[in-house]
């Protein structure tokens, strides 16, 4: 079992950065691909990006690649998700998730709570 627990959004101005945290309770961390996820009011859940065991092979929703980047910290168990230059249609409540897949995984096994990020016009 596999806990996840993300932080860092908040309430941004267009054209802001926040960083995204995800914090995995197994030391067996470096074992999983990591992938962010977001859900906006009244739509479904999407892909945003991903990375995978290693850190080596990192994936992007095509309407993020050049804003957003994933990267992972070892010693902490922790992904990270950079978000720049928000836009208001980037607000949603973001999700880490975990594979057992050491590549870019395909489904994954385990879920965080969500952290809410709200971009302002």
């Known amino acids: 079992q596999v806990q996840l627990v993300e932080s860092g959004g908040g309430l941004v101005q267009a054209g802001g950065s926040l960083r995204l945290s995800c914090t995995a309770s197994r030391r067996t961390f470096s074992s999983y691909a990591m992938g962010w996820f977001r859900q906006a009011p009244g739509k479904d859940r999407e892909f945003v990006a991903a990375?995978?065991?290693?850190?080596?092979?990192?994936s992007y929703a095509d309407s993020v690649k050049g804003r957003f980047t994933v990267s992972r910290g070892f010693a902490s168990n922790t992904v990270y998700l950079h978000l720049n230059s928000l836009k208001p249609e980037d607000t949603a409540v973001y999700y880490c998730?975990?594979?057992?897949?050491?590549?870019?995984?395909?489904?994954?096994?385990?879920w965080g709570q969500g952290t809410q990020v709200t971009v302002s016009s």
């Open positions: 998730a975990a594979s057992a897949d050491l590549g870019i995984p395909g489904a994954y096994d385990y």
């Open positions: 990375i995978s065991s290693t850190g080596g092979s990192t």
